[in-house]
């Protein structure tokens, strides 16, 4: 996914995943592109969980 899909399926900005690159989902550089898997950004909202 790209990072505008990326943002929208999060529910958050582009600028959130520009400025998140450290502690963010994995990205991947393909070419000049940044491009997100669906399962890595999912693995990544799993453990941003909260419990209470």
């Known amino acids: 996914m790209n990072r505008r899909t990326t943002a929208a399926f999060m529910g958050v900005s582009e600028k959130f995943l ?4 450290v502690d963010g989902p994995k990205r991947l550089r393909v070419g000049s592109k940044i491009v997100y898997r669906l399962s890595d950004v999912e693995d990544w909202m799993r453990q941003q969980e909260m419990t209470r």
């Open 18 to 21: 520009a400025t998140h690159l």
